[in-house]
């Protein structure tokens, strides 16, 4: 074992990112990904730190004959753990899976968004007596069509999850980046890292401008039909917003699960395990929750729909904020 791999994989054991070890080093997150990745050796004194914070030999670190020793203080001979090795192939598969997949998901998100844009123009038809129908048929011709996007939607869900679910290891389980990996897979994540910050700037923009036909609309006091059709050009800023944030998210999460970062380190995943099923009982109540409220009031009152369709968009993003809160008081009880 070379020094890059021995100095990887103890910064892993000691479940230290890149930018930790960096710090205790006083030295740059780049040398530290330069030294893994066997493309510069650390100086004299930057070997003898190391064996200082990683608590082995420098003869461990710099002869290759040597392989086995007790490298990681932080755990015990009691507590182990199966570490899954990726190679360069399973990581690119990997990443190229989640390209191809990342624009289906955005794109599944955004037509659920769309979904009720139909039923909101076909009750505005209505109302004004543009199609010579009934409102009830314009609201069942409405509710059906939002009915067949959102199973669309959900179709495109399931079959991208398919393709991923054999990665989903990755969410679960720690793993270790054979050697040269590491330092690709950061590659690829500090390229996409500048658009990745310009898509998730562009999506925050674009949903909160979205109030401004509102807001116009106030302004020049218009009629009910006229704030029926701002709903739907709402929708429709909000989920072009929603897609930029989600497929670069999508993207930007798959070199976070190789790299052991953020929500993804061992620790997260630990956690993540044990607030499985609080999630999925979480989310499903919250979609059960959206449609009531959101097509309950249609089946009766043509007029309680279009309030209801003003607002509810606004129920996922409490929900994610309520769910955070959520993983952190049942991260707090059981540490008590």
């Not at 753990?81 to 998901?105: C, G, H, P, T, W």
């Not at 054979?178 to 890292?193: L, M």
């Not at 630990?270 to 979480?282: L, P």
């Amino acid at each position: 074992m070379i020094l890059a791999e021995k100095i990887m994989n103890l910064r892993k054991k000691n479940r230290w990112s890149q930018e930790d070890l960096a710090m205790k080093l006083n030295v740059s997150r780049q040398s530290v990904s330069k030294w893994e990745n066997a493309s510069s050796i650390p100086d004299l004194d930057k070997i003898i730190k190391l064996s200082e914070i990683f608590q082995v030999s420098t003869d461990y670190l710099l002869k290759n004959n040597i392989e086995i020793e007790d490298a990681a203080p932080n755990s015990s001979d009691d507590e182990s753990e199966d570490v899954r090795s990726i190679s360069l192939e399973d990581a690119n598969q990997y990443m190229d899976q989640i390209f191809k997949s990342a624009k289906k998901i955005a794109g599944g998100v955004s037509i659920c968004i769309l979904s009720p844009v139909i039923l909101m123009l076909l009750l505005a038809l209505a109302d004004t007596n543009s199609m010579q129908i009934p409102e009830s048929i314009a609201i069942g011709i409405g509710v059906t069509i939002l009915i067949l996007l959102v199973a669309g939607a959900v179709s495109l869900f399931i079959i991208n999850g398919m393709h991923l679910s054999k990665y989903s290891y990755l969410e679960t389980e720690p793993i270790s980046l054979q050697h040269g990996v590491t330092g690709i897979v950061e590659t690829k994540r500090d390229e996409f890292k500048s658009f990745y910050t310009k898509c998730i700037v562009s999506g925050v923009i674009l949903c909160i401008i979205s109030i401004v036909p509102y807001i116009i609309a106030a302004a020049l006091d218009a009629e009910d039909m006229t704030y029926l059709f701002c709903t739907a050009l709402v929708l429709i800023l909000v989920s072009n917003g929603v897609y930029l944030i989600v497929w670069s998210s999508v993207i930007n999460g798959s070199y976070q699960r190789l790299l052991e970062e953020n929500d993804y380190s061992r620790d997260k995943k630990m956690e993540a395990k044990k607030n499985e099923s609080i999630s999925v009982a979480y989310w499903c109540i919250v979609t059960a929750v959206y449609l009531g409220i959101s097509l309950g009031p249609g089946l009766i009152y043509k007029e309680s729909a279009i309030q209801a369709w003003r607002i509810t968009w606004m129920i996922w993003p409490c929900a994610g904020i309520l769910f955070a809160a959520i993983r952190a008081i049942a991260g707090i009880i059981r540490k008590k």
